[in-house]
Each structure stands twice: as C-alpha cells, then as structure tokens.
C-alpha cells in the first residue's frame, strides 16, 4: 500500500513539474514573440521610409508549373502507349522611378504555357511541345504630379502574344489623361483621349479606333506573400464592337528561402478576337448553309486561363 501511495505521489509531481514547465515554456514564447512583433513593427516603419525616398523601385516575381508522365501497356486508358507532359512559366517585373514632380512606372507581365502528348502508337502525331497559354504585356507610365495623388499622364500600353501569331493581333494603345494614386500601391489611370493601334495580317476584322483608356493595378508584398491585380479596359467611341478588357492575377508565397507556390489567372473579353476565331473556323468547315459568323451574330464567349505551380522570388 506504501509503495503505491509513494507512486502515486512520484506521479504527480511529475506531472505538475510538466504543466509547470509548460507555462514557463508558453511564457517565454509570448515574450519572445511579443519582442519579435515589436521589431517587425519597426522594421516595417522604416522600409516605408525607404519606399516614400525618391529614385528607382524595380522587382519581380513569377511561376513555374510542369509535370511529366509516360505511360506503357496502360490498358485502361484509350492511349496506352503514350507520353505526356506541360510547362508553364509567368513573370511579373516592374522598373519605377518615383521622383517628387514626376514618376514613371514600366511593368511587364507574361504567361507562357506548353504541352505535349505523344501516342506512341501512332507515327503521324505531333509529339512537340504547344504552345497554349501566350500572354504578353508590356506598359510605360509618365506623369506629372500636380497634388499628392493626382498627376497628369502618358501612357504606352502593348499587348499580343509571343509564341504564336506574333503581333497578329498585336494592341498598341497610345493616350493622355489622368492618374490617380490614392494610395501608395494602387495605381488608376483614367485618359478619354486614347487611340488603340490594332497590328494583323491580311484581310481580317480588326480595325484600330479612338476611344477611352482605364487601368486599375494594384501591387504589394506582405511578408511572404507578393501579388498583383491589373484590370485594363479600352471603350471605342467608333463601335462597341471594338472595345475590350482584360483582367490579369499573380500570387505567390514564398515557402523556403526563394521557392514557394503561386496561382495566376485572367479573364479577357474581346469581340474582335471572337469574331476572327469564328471565322476560320467557318472556312475550315466550309458549310454553305451555315450562317457566316459577324459582329451581329457572333457569341462573344469569357476568355480565361490560369497556372498553378512553384514560384520563385526573384
């Protein structure tokens, strides 16, 4: 009977020697990183003190997603001698020079995506990478501070696709208005005198118009998380017909040292581009009862894409 009593007792000092440790472990942690707050808090007010300098401001950040696979006597598949594979890539890089009278803002934005499948069995199919995913844009930004917030702006805006059908169609939007910056990431440029240049080969639909220019872009880094939304709208004064919009997203968050993960997509609406993939598709069917595709007809589907894969901090 002693000797469990004397047990019992071991037993329980054991464990409030435990709980006690515990509270002490708990204790120094919130003290620690109550400390660690502190400094974050800190070092955070002085890189917005290095931010609100003047001078050059340049970055980036990107995505990098791919998978391969190959398949043998694979039987319960309808290919089961193949191999397969995709890459995509995306990148994401600004240069401003922010000055007290004057700023000017470049970024770059591309998305760039492969992919493959080779049937093994069969000597006439295409067993190169292709390209599907191709999204180029590169934008230039001048303006002249008049307050604060508000400046009044030039802007260079171009936009086609790299690995396929270069410059065909190609955007080149030329404007002057105005920008607001109401706070220190977000960017609105709002100029109703814009022309936008529509480049392409042939006889096709696309035809260059006067109208108004909008862009929206909003950037920041918090911790290890970088992203970016860009919304750019151009509105014809000539026809409806000939505006569009394009809404680009980046996110990325940085797991170890420089390597992390990240998901961008997009959204894009533009009638013209509708219209001219319409119509090759009606010549490559060549049906004459088939009413011809037009801007009166034409169903103007929601374009979009998006890429999940490791990012890099550049």
Do not use: C
Not at 153 to 176: A, H, K, W
Not at 236 to 261: A, E, H, P, Q, R
């Amino acid at each position: 009977m002693k000797r469990i009593i004397l047990i019992g007792f071991l037993l329980f000092g054991v464990i409030v020697i435990n709980a006690q440790t515990k509270e002490e472990l708990q204790a120094r942690k919130a003290e620690k990183q109550a400390e660690a707050n502190a400094a974050q808090k800190e070092a955070n007010a002085i890189q917005a003190e290095i931010d609100a300098l003047p001078g050059w401001r340049v970055g980036a950040f990107g995505t990098i997603g791919g998978s391969l696979s190959n398949f043998k006597n694979w039987y319960a598949q309808g290919t089961p001698n193949n191999a397969s594979g995709n890459f995509g890539i995306t990148f994401n890089g600004f240069a401003n020079l922010i000055e007290k009278k004057f700023f000017w803002r470049n970024t770059l934005t591309t998305n760039l995506n492969w992919v493959k499948l080779d049937n093994k069995d069969i000597d006439t199919d295409d067993s190169s990478f292709k390209p599907t995913t191709d999204v180029f844009n590169l934008s230039s930004l001048y303006g002249r501070n008049l307050s604060k917030s508000f400046a009044v702006s030039g802007l260079l805006e171009y936009r086609t696709t790299l690995l396929d059908n270069f410059n065909d169609p190609g955007y080149l939007d030329v404007g002057i208005g105005g920008t607001w910056t109401p706070v220190t990431n977000l960017i609105v440029v709002i100029h109703p005198l814009n022309y936008n240049f529509v480049f392409s080969s042939g006889d096709t639909v696309f035809e260059s118009s006067m109208g108004s220019k909008i862009i929206a872009d909003y950037t920041r880094k918090i911790g290890a998380i970088n992203f970016k939304t860009n919304l750019s709208v151009f509105q014809s004064y000539k026809s409806s017909d000939y505006s569009n919009w394009t809404w680009t997203n980046s996110f990325s968050y940085t797991l170890w040292k420089m390597i992390g993960v990240g998901f961008d997509f997009g959204l894009r609406s533009n009638k013209q581009e509708a219209l001219n993939y319409a119509l090759g598709q009606y010549d490559q069917l060549a049906i004459p009862v088939q009413t011809e595709p037009s801007f009166d007809n034409i169903d103007n589907k929601l374009q979009s894409y998006y890429t999940i894969g490791l990012s890099y901090k550049f």
